[in-house]
T-cell receptor
Framework: GAGVSQSPSNKVTEKGKDVELRCDPI?????LYWYRQSLGQGLEFLIY????????KSGLPSDRFSAERTGGSVSTLTIQRTQQEDSAVYLC?????????????FGPGTRLTVL | GQSLEQPSEVTAVEGAIVQINCTYQ??????LFWYQQHAGEAPTFLSY????GLEEKGRFSSFLSRSKGYSYLLLKELQMKDSASYFC????????????FGTGTRLLVSP
């Protein structure tokens, strides 16, 4: 079946503009995660969804970042008033139930460049 | 807090065996994961250890010692396609699978 998909694959924006990044998880996966990966670095946890609820938003770096999930499926990560330090690859992952034994499957990411 | 350390880069030749180490300090440990990431692609799951010992999956094996806060990924019969970055990640016991990733080890396989 289809894997996790993300759009757009690349986004170039000007400092101060808002951007929306989209994630389509694997069908039937209740858990959805957003991560950020800066060049040459590991993945940094941003937020976790179980269904449409976000029990853990602790990784969002500032109040300019927000995310929502609708219908227990598609999620959107919004960054307002983008800054150059927001430039990174934003990865989405989904898993069947979010439990410790559930494998996270990652999407190809959105590469965000803020000029 | 949590911290994970991995070597930044490892080189090896085709057909050889290579070991990538990961040391960690964490509270609420709930398993150690290894992911592979080819340049420009999504990370893919390789292995999960929650108990001490060695888990073998074909050419890849992963070892965990919880008392030492230590894990390694062993790759045998290296192939050129194994050139990638390898990340260890600690799963935290937070009620859901929350992963904290290391900074990754870049493996370069030469002919």
């Amino acid at each position: 079946g289809a894997g996790v998909s993300q759009s757009p694959s690349n986004k170039v924006t000007e400092k101060g503009k808002d951007v929306e990044l989209r994630c389509d998880p694997i069908s039937g996966h209740t858990a959805l995660y957003w991560y950020r990966q800066s060049l040459g670095q590991g993945l940094e946890f941003l937020i976790y969804f179980q269904g449409n609820s976000a029990p853990d938003k602790s990784g969002l770096p500032s109040d300019r970042f927000s995310a929502e999930r609708t219908g227990g499926s598609v999620s959107t990560l919004t960054i307002q008033r983008t800054q150059q330090e927001d430039s990174a690859v934003y990865l989405c992952a989904s898993s069947f139930g979010g439990r410790a034994v559930d494998t996270q499957y990652f999407g190809p990411g959105t590469r965000l460049t803020v000029l | 807090g949590q911290s994970l350390e991995q070597p930044s880069e490892v080189t090896a030749v085709e057909g050889a065996i290579v070991q990538i180490n990961c040391t960690y300090q964490t509270s609420g440990f709930n398993g150690l994961f290894w992911y592979q990431q080819h340049a420009g692609e999504a990370p893919t799951f390789l292995s999960y250890n929650v108990l001490d010992g060695l888990e073998e999956k074909g050419r890849f094996s992963s070892f965990l010692s919880r008392s030492k806060g230590y894990s390694y990924l062993l790759l045998k019969e290296l192939q050129m396609k194994d050139s990638a970055s390898y990340f260890c990640a600690v799963g935290l016991n937070t009620g859901f699978q929350k992963l904290v990733f290391g900074t990754g080890t870049r493996l370069l396989v030469s002919p």
